[in-house]
């Protein structure tokens, strides 16, 4: 089956720090990644859909300056949440799509 | 407008019940694919189906079943002699131009 590797699964970082969140694809290749974010105890929300190569397109209201996302090659996509707040704290989960969206195990950032 | 609603929001049952997960969906496409994916603690998606709109045939994979009914726009996911390791949030999942949009998903806790 189609393996995505989600890296770190857990990050405390300081108010103002900036965090970076690895999203890679370990057996095939994928033009497209998309990174959700989950509230405790609710749905996952699309923040942004990631092409290889090109620039990212942001859902509504999903600030493109605080959420910088990167997909320089077809197995990694990275966001990196730019100076953090505790707001920022959250599950962050990629997928990247194949035949279906494949997901990695998260990644649970906590802004202190 | 695209949407995918679940009603029931948390389920109890005790083990070897079946126990049927409720998902209906909107949508304006004529083509479209749905999803059930499965989200246990450990907070990764492991995807559990995904149907195509013109495939209204029911599906079983051991203990789990679909029911998609086009006719009412329902693709509802039954777990037959449920089992604690079911314990998960279930989402189901609409795949319209290109993105997914999931449900808020099912709590379903399994007891012994």
């Known amino acids: 089956g189609a393996v995505v590797s989600q890296h770190p699964s857990r990050v405390i970082c300081k108010s103002g720090t900036s965090v970076k969140i690895e999203c890679r694809s370990l057996?095939?290749?994928?033009?497209?990644m998309f990174w959700y974010r989950q509230f405790p105890k609710q749905s996952l929300m699309l923040m942004a859909t990631?092409?290889?190569?090109?620039?990212?397109?942001?859902e509504q209201g999903v600030e493109k300056d605080k959420f910088l996302i990167n997909h320089a090659s077809l197995t990694l996509s990275t966001l990196t949440v730019t100076s953090a707040h505790p707001e920022d704290s959250s599950f962050y989960i990629c997928?990247?799509?194949?035949?279906?969206?494949?997901f990695g195990q998260g990644t649970r950032l906590t802004v202190v | 407008a695209q949407k995918v609603t679940q009603a029931q929001t948390e389920i109890s049952v005790v083990e070897k019940e079946d126990v049927t997960l409720d998902c209906v969906y909107e949508?304006?496409?004529?083509?479209?694919?749905l999803f059930w994916y499965k989200q246990p603690p450990s907070g990764e998606l492991v995807f559990l189906i995904r149907?195509?709109?013109?495939?209204?045939q029911n599906e079983i994979s051991g203990r789990y079943s679909w029911n998609f009914q086009k006719s009412t726009s329902s693709f509802n996911f039954t777990i037959t002699a449920s089992q604690v390791v079911d314990s998960a949030v279930y989402f189901c999942?609409?795949?319209?131009?290109?993105?997914?949009?999931f449900g808020t998903g099912t709590r379903l806790q399994v007891f012994p």
């Open positions: 990631s092409n290889e190569g090109s620039k990212a397109t942001y």
């Open positions: 999942a609409l795949a319209s131009q290109g993105k997914l949009i």
């Open positions: 997928s990247a799509r194949r035949t279906g969206d494949f």
């Open positions: 057996d095939f290749q994928a033009t497209t």
């Open positions: 949508t304006r496409d004529t083509t479209y694919y």
């Open positions: 149907r195509n709109s013109f495939d209204e």
